[in-house]
């Protein structure tokens, strides 16, 4: 049995000034039970040195850009870890997102951890809950700064165990955008009694 807890699969295209912001905010809190795993499309650029230097495992695929299914997929069977964290190249982690993970895995360990997306009516609370942790308001509130880089609005992802998600096929690779796919595959995992929970915001769009 693996001893690795959980793994970061990062569906990544092009902009690799995005994808180093990512790996960055994964790496200051990572740790040794942990793994990143950086997938890439087919009209990609190439970001092997990149990700290596941040200790990450690189695939190239052959999917389309936009296929966010397919990468997805490539990179939770490549993984080891018992829970996936299934996200973008383009949204950055609070600093203490994997401690707030790693509470809610424990507590709620056959769930799939969907993270909040932030709107017009949470953007005082969002205020309140993280000024002192490096984010700030910034231009009416849709647009937050987190220390170096400037970000559009709080971003998604999806923790599931690794077992599930595979159990239950993956992403359907029919679905090229976020929506549809996620939608079938909330279906299926609602479907297979597999409850979801909304947890706190803890990534953000740059």
Request: proline share 1%; with cysteine.
């Amino acid at each position: 049995m693996s001893d690795i807890k959980l793994s970061f699969i990062i569906n990544a295209y092009s902009r690799p000034e995005y994808l180093k912001n990512t790996l960055e905010t994964i790496k200051r809190q990572i740790r040794e039970d942990m793994e990143i795993i950086v997938v890439v499309d087919k009209t990609g650029q190439n970001m092997k040195g990149l990700a290596e230097s941040y200790g990450a495992s690189y695939y190239e695929t052959i999917y389309r850009s936009g296929d966010i299914g397919g990468p997805q997929n490539v990179g939770a069977k490549m993984a080891r870890g018992e829970w996936l964290f299934l996200t973008d190249q383009d949204c950055i982690l609070r600093h203490d997102a994997v401690e707030i993970v790693l509470r809610h895995i424990k507590t709620k360990p056959y769930a799939r951890l969907i993270v909040e997306w932030i709107n017009d009516s949470r953007i005082g609370y969002m205020d309140e809950e993280y000024k002192l942790n490096g984010f700030y308001e910034q231009n009416s509130g849709r647009r937050i700064k987190y220390g170096y880089e400037n970000l559009r609005n709080w971003g998604n992802a999806q923790i599931i165990k690794r077992d599930f998600f595979l159990g239950l096929g993956g992403f359907d690779e029919r679905f090229r955008g976020y929506s549809e796919a996620e939608r079938d595959f909330a279906t299926r995992t609602e479907l297979a009694g597999i409850n979801s929970f909304y947890i706190e915001m803890i990534l953000a769009h740059q």
